[in-house]
């Protein structure tokens, strides 16, 4: 089974509040754990600089060859993210054990479902 650090952004990711998830992330890859998950079952509100830091977290993680999900999306988080068309470009799951099935599938090469 892969190592998976999940992260639990809350309420906002704003500007004022991606700082922090930014530097705990790149720490995390820094440290060798590379698939990351993001759960966003307590986050309210998503605002372009949330979704910019999301743009960015993922970049560093494809640099660092791991995989990046996210889950436990919605209301206007995963609706900023729909008409963005970004939806269509991360990894979004239902829960955090659908992410580990993608990972261990991706390990062996079946498909698994989202």
Same mark, same amino acid.
């Given at each position: 089974?892969?190592?998976?650090?999940?992260?639990?952004?809350?309420?906002?990711?704003?500007?004022?509040?991606?700082?922090?998830?930014?530097?705990?992330?790149?720490?995390?890859?820094?440290?060798?754990?590379?698939?990351?998950?993001?759960?966003?079952?307590?986050?309210?509100?998503? &605002?372009?600089?949330?979704?910019?830091?999301?743009?960015?977290?993922?970049?560093?993680?494809?640099?660092?060859?791991?995989?990046?999900?996210?889950?436990?999306?919605?209301?206007?988080?995963?609706?900023?993210?729909?008409?963005?068309?970004? &939806?269509?470009?991360?990894?979004?799951?239902?829960?955090?054990?659908?992410?580990?099935?993608?990972?261990?599938?991706?390990?062996?090469?079946?498909?698994?479902?989202?």
């Amino acid at each position: 089974m892969a190592v998976v650090q999940t992260f639990y952004p809350k309420r906002i990711l704003s500007s004022s509040t991606t700082g922090n998830l930014l530097e705990d992330i790149t720490r995390t890859l820094e440290d060798g754990i590379t698939n990351i998950l993001i759960d966003f079952q307590h986050v309210m509100f998503m &605002d372009s600089t949330g979704l910019s830091a999301m743009v960015l977290l993922l970049k560093q993680v494809n640099e660092a060859n791991g995989r990046l999900g996210l889950c436990r999306l919605n209301g206007q988080a995963y609706m900023v993210l729909e008409h963005s068309g970004m &939806d269509q470009v991360f990894d979004i799951y239902d829960t955090p054990e659908a992410f580990d099935r993608a990972l261990d599938s991706s390990n062996t090469g079946e498909p698994s479902a989202k």
